[in-house]
């Protein structure tokens, strides 16, 4: 009878045992804390990834200056995705292990406007103030976000950042596009990306390449990641042959 018990006990805990690693494979995670550019990506891909690594993606989005500031405030999180100068931020602080650091994609300032609306010529950099002179109101990112602070200087060296002043719209939060799509702001300048992944919007055209920037975005892996190998795995996911087509879907090419 003792014999009998102390083999349903091993049964009993062996059963807990396993249960216990698939409850805990089941709720294995990572945090990816990313910009929206990013983030529709993994929206359309990462239930594959899931399925493959068996774990959860839960993406955090938002500007990438504010994400890198809850990353030096040590929030924690498995992988970061984001421009350049803001990576070069994380590694000067070590929360990131600087050798898995890899480029995945890049995408050019493009103008939108609310689907259906007249679209202008911004064909030149003429008709581009031309435009943005005309523009009841014009929305872009606030100053620390990368196309932002990029356009800012921009209008100061075509002389017209006084002459726009009084009509630009500049939310605190990524949503330029939804306020194109509202109709609260005539004319948003963003990254094309953004713009192809908004409903409600259309894209007139990138802005003329003699004032073209393109921003672009690293991924890296957090020092202090529970399951560095799999963050990795997720990074050569997003460079691969199954998020290509997606990338340039929305108006990124890779690299």
């Known amino acids: 009878m003792t014999f009998w018990l102390r083999i349903s006990s091993t049964i009993l805990f062996a059963s807990f045992a396993v249960l216990s690693q698939r409850s805990h494979a089941t709720a294995a995670e990572l945090k990816i804390l990313a910009p929206r550019s990013m983030w529709t990506v993994l929206k359309e891909i990462g239930p594959q990834f899931e ?9 955090v989005t938002g500007i990438a200056a504010t994400l890198a500031d809850r990353i030096i405030e040590a929030e924690p999180f498995d992988i970061f995705i984001g421009p350049p100068v803001q990576m070069d931020r994380l590694v000067q602080t070590n929360r990131v292990i600087a050798d898995t650091r890899i480029s995945i994609a890049h995408s050019g300032i493009g103008v939108e406007v609310r689907a259906g609306a007249p679209r202008p010529d911004i064909s030149s950099v003429d008709a581009f103030k ?5 523009a009841k109101s014009i929305g872009y990112l606030k100053q620390d976000g990368t196309s932002g602070a990029y356009l800012h200087r921009v209008f100061e060296r075509l002389e017209i950042a006084d002459a726009i002043k009084s009509k630009v719209v500049r939310p605190q939060t990524d949503i330029v596009s939804e306020l194109v799509a509202k109709g609260e702001i005539e004319l948003g300048l963003v990254v094309i990306t953004q713009i192809m992944t908004t409903p409600g919007v259309d ?12 921003v672009r975005w690293s991924g890296v892996v957090s020092a202090s990641s529970t399951a560095p190998q799999v963050a990795k795995e997720l990074l050569n996911f997003l460079t691969g042959p199954t998020a ?10 890779p690299g």
């Open 51 to 59: 399925v493959s690594s068996g774990y959860k993606l839960t993406v």
């Open 130 to 134: 031309r435009a943005l002179l005309n």
């Open 203 to 214: 894209l007139v055209g990138p802005i003329p390449h003699e004032i073209q920037s393109y």
């Open 244 to 253: 290509l087509p997606v990338l340039k879907a929305q108006g990124m090419e």
